[in-house]
Nanobody, 124 residues
Framework: QVQLVESGGGLVQAGGSLRLSCAAS????????MGWFRQAPGKEREFVAT????????YYADFVKGRFGISRDNALNTVYLQMNSLKPEDTAVYYC?????????????????WGQGTQVTVSS
């Protein structure tokens, strides 16, 4: 069992930056590939970024490439999402998730554990 707790969300102006953190419980954090998803009001949840268990493999949604960076620190059981050049359309609740799969995946249905989410609001 893995419990995930996100933090770092907030209100920021367009063009600004935020760093989200996701702290995981459990001793086996390093075995999980991790992902970030988001859900805006009235919209479906969408994939943002994913990182493999060692941190060597990452993949991003096209709409965040070049602006967001995902990383992890297995010693701290934490995964991060650095968000730069934020746009109003990035406004959403951001969720981190963990998957038992060996490889990264963009499909939310393939993640086994989810956090409660953290709100990110980007003002224009």
């Amino acid at each position: 069992q893995v419990q995930l707790v996100e933090s770092g969300g907030g209100l920021v102006q367009a063009g600004g930056s935020l760093r989200l953190s996701c702290a995981a419980s459990g001793r086996t954090f390093s075995r999980y590939a991790m992902g970030w998803f988001r859900q805006a009001p009235g919209k479906e949840r969408e994939f943002v970024a994913t990182i493999g268990w060692s941190g060597g493999s990452t993949y991003y949604a096209d709409f965040v490439k070049g602006r967001f960076g995902i990383s992890r620190d297995n010693a701290l059981n934490t995964v991060y999402l650095q968000m730069n050049s934020l746009k109003p359309e990035d406004t959403a609740v951001y969720y981190c998730a963990a998957t038992n799969r060996a490889q990264t995946t963009t499909r939310g249905s393939q993640y086994d554990y989810w956090g409660q989410g953290t709100q990110v609001t980007v003002s224009s």
